[in-house]
């Protein structure tokens, strides 16, 4: 089906209320105006224009909480993710706009942003969903300069960057996405996923500029993913829940940064670049130009949210600006490329997989629940029929109250009697004693055509069950020969050894 993707605003309270501040009006909570000013310095191009308007999913003011952020905008992302469908939810904006504040929040835990919210929810709607089975795995990565990292390896506490191992990609005949030295970690409840969360923010390389004393100078991406299974239907889906904070970008002729900061800038820029391309390729797409090439590959950035971008995935944008009037470019800029952004769509699914070892054993079981009942009924059937023969014969009575009796009152005696709904038959004369054996006999043989249909029903069910069994069982020899030849399962085999070992480390 299709899924539209969801743009959110957010505005970063002004540090002081005077008329340096942005003029703008909302309207619903979903139309943003902004109020251009008339003398515009820095090169900033009226064209005598003195608004701008924009649409949005939901607009949140300066004023929104953390819990409205997170209400509105994660709650049904993240039912979605339980339900087996593959989720984003990305936050984009200039440097200091608080994309970091809303996805990971501030230090108290009243102020906690998207991501620890969402490990509450989540292992909180799991306790409630009792007819159905949850593993989550949690994995943590930032993108630096253009280099992936692992933000779970402890072993980076402890030595400088430059000795990290760096993530490498591997893409298979699907072109599925295969990551090495990345831990996936088993996560049994919220506080063990906090820690992780903790753990990587720790980690995260993080630099004060003119811009933002605590700027995030990487790309991060929170993978939560779900192993689930319908224990009413043997059904297992597999979704994966990405939340990414993106570093944001900056006009260095405004933050004057030099040196490594300078080099970050230009690599935060230049991914942030081709994000945009991307997102604009998706656009012509989707308007009926011939556009064949996305380019994906022109960052590791864009290559990993492939899916998340023009794939099987819900999609949610959320959206930073800063109310202040000296940054009112930069929030132009964001504005205009979430409107592109909202006018994509992706086609999503439920990412289902049948367990064929359990739905054999399943239906094993119901052949052998059918066997036994048809070799009851074949017992019960002859032995009945010749008891309500004899029990028709010896409880004839005469009738008592005189009143004659027609054909139709004696038909529905004889059934009701064979029913046990009544214990005798009364009956006038011998021509009505007649007239009951011939009812008898008439309802006898009705029965047994009755008997012999659903005996062919079974026989033909049974048959069909085996024919099945037969399949499922070729299917999943067929798969399994399959799997075990394949060299990209060599490779995963030995690329995933240490992400096994590290999921065990944690839960001892």
Known sequence: MKSQFEVYLRLKPSNNQSQNSMQYQLYHNKRLQVLLPRNVKLGMINNSRDNLEFNFTHVFDQKSSQDQVFSKVTIPVINSFLDGYNATIFAYGQTGSGKTYTMSGAETWQLRGVIPRALSYIFDEIDKRTKFQYKIYISFME?????????????????????????????????????????????????????????????????STPMNQSSSRSHCIFTATLEGCDTTTDTYFVSKLHLVDLAGSERISKSQVEGNLLNEAKYINLSLTYLEQVIIALNERMKGANRQHIPYRNSLMTTLLKDSLGGNCKTVMIATISSENDNLEESLSTLRFSQRVGQLENEIRRNEKVDLEAVVKRLEQEKLVLIRELEQYQRGGTGNSNNKKQQFQQQ??????????????????????????????????????????????????????????????????????????????EQSSFLEQKENSSPENEIYKRNESQQINSKQKPNQ
């Not at 760096?166 to 599925?176: C, P, R, S, V």
């Not at 996560?187 to 996923?193: A, I, L, V």
Request: with cysteine.
């Open 396 to 473: 004839i009575l005469p009738q008592s109250n005189g009143m004659p009796l027609n054909k139709k009152q004696i038909q529905e005696k004889v059934e009701l009697y064979l029913n046990e709904q009544v214990t005798q038959l009364d009956v006038q004369s011998y021509e009505d004693a007649q007239m009951c054996f011939e009812a008898m006999k008439d309802l006898y043989n009705t029965r047994m055509k009755e008997y012999v249909t659903e005996l062919t029903f079974i026989s033909e069910k049974l048959q069909k069950y085996d024919e099945i069994l037969t399949r499922k069982k």
């Open 143 to 207: 993108i630096y300069n253009e280099n992936a990292y692992d933000l779970l390896e402890k072993r980076h506490l402890e030595i400088p960057l430059e000795q990290w191992n760096k993530i490498a990609l591997f893409e298979d005949d699907q072109n599925n996405i295969h990551l090495k030295n990345l831990s996936i970690h088993q996560c049994n409840n919220e506080q063990e996923g906090i820690d992780l969360l903790m753990m990587g923010n720790f980690i995260r390389q993080v630099s």
